[in-house]
């Protein structure tokens, strides 16, 4: 009896010291779980607070067109307020360029700007603020905040390079910069194309010899329009224009295709081609016409005989043909017969339009 009862007392020694083991255990294992849940939480959130120190995000869109281009610069705040945004850069270009910044936000506009010439190019600081301090800007998409728009007379490589630590987008929550990307922004800028209208007239066979000249831009179910451009003979004879100003003046719509036609004091007028425009506005001038322009219309009175090559044109430069060798000048009225522009009106000048006179009657386009 005594026995069993030493085996039942070791037993509970046993069974209790062995409970003990597994509840030191188990604290152990709650205990060690405790801690690294507290580790990832404080990770987590270190992690996350690093990831919310720069949520906002500049991208751009750039357009070049020959000599010019266009740089829009996008803001993304993934939701999260902006109360101003700052940002300093350096336009650096390996020629000289013309610059034009200008704000594109309706909620964001542009208070501050300053500007210095560096020996690369400009370096420029913007401060960019809400209309309303007390309404922060926030946006979910890209939206355009400023447009840059440069242009250059010379082919040109550029680069937009940021000064990371003094471009900022804080909010008054922190003052941690909230701007997380700065986009690179490079590309070239070609040499401006040549613009001219050129034909070639009868008669002239030698450089510089000066016309004035009327233009026509004809437009499918529109009026005409006109206007006088200055041509000027090159190195073979070809007349050509290069100050296109007057033709930017006219209406010209986008969505035409005009008919070019010019008409000097003394020729039949003429089809050169065909003239775009471009969504910018800006006409394509780079007309050539190779066949020459016939000489010979004198008379453009009454109406009907404006355009007209005929008898009574002859008629006209035979009556003034009364010497063998004349000055053409414009105080005694020869100078218009003069067709070859040699300054003498004689045999060349009747030859040159008696050898046009192939039917009874030319009419020009």
Do not use: C
């Amino acid at each position: 009896m005594l026995y069993l009862k030493r085996i039942w007392s070791n037993m509970g020694y046993l069974l209790f010291t062995f409970g003990g083991l597994i509840i030191l255990v188990s604290l152990i294992v709650l205990l060690t779980q405790s801690l690294q849940t507290q580790t990832q939480d404080v990770r987590s959130k270190a992690a996350s607070e690093n990831q919310a120190d720069q949520v906002i995000t500049l991208s751009y869109s750039l357009n070049t067109k020959s000599n010019q281009a266009e740089v829009i610069f996008l803001l993304d705040t993934h939701n999260q307020e902006v109360d101003g945004l700052q940002l300093v850069f350096e336009l650096q270009a390996k020629n000289k360029f013309n610059l034009d910044v200008r704000d594109l936000s309706q909620a964001l506009k542009l208070k501050h700007k300053e500007k210095k010439v560096t020996n690369q190019g400009e370096k420029l600081g913007l401060i960019l603020l809400p209309n309303s301090p007390e309404k922060p800007f926030k946006t979910n998409m890209a939206v355009p905040i400023l447009k840059l728009k440069i242009s250059s007379t010379d082919k040109n490589q550029v680069e937009i390079s940021w000064d990371k630590e003094r471009s900022l987008a804080l909010n008054r929550q922190t003052t941690k910069n909230l701007l997380a990307e700065l986009p690179s922004v490079r590309f070239e800028l070609a040499p401006p194309q040549a613009q001219f209208i050129s034909f070639y007239l009868q008669g002239v066979t030698r450089p510089n010899i000066s016309q004035k000249t009327q233009v026509y831009l004809v437009a499918k179910d529109q009026e005409p329009l006109k206007t006088e451009l200055e041509f000027v003979s090159q190195a073979d004879g070809l007349m050509q224009a290069t100050d296109l100003k007057p033709l930017e003046k006219l209406s010209l719509d986008t969505t035409q295709t005009y008919q070019v036609l010019v008409k000097t004091p003394v020729s039949l007028r003429a089809d050169v081609g065909q003239l775009k425009i471009d969504l910018s506005g800006q006409p394509n001038f780079s007309l050539t016409r190779q066949t020459p322009v016939i000489v010979g219309d004198f008379v453009t009175q009454p109406e009907r005989e404006w355009n007209r090559f005929n008898l009574n044109d002859i008629s006209a430069i035979l009556a003034k043909y009364t010497q063998l060798t004349q000055p053409a000048t414009a105080s005694n009225g020869l100078a218009r017969f003069d067709v070859n522009f040699d300054q003498v009106l004689d045999i060349r000048d009747v030859t040159l339009v008696l050898k046009n006179h192939t039917q009874l009657e030319t009419l020009g386009d």
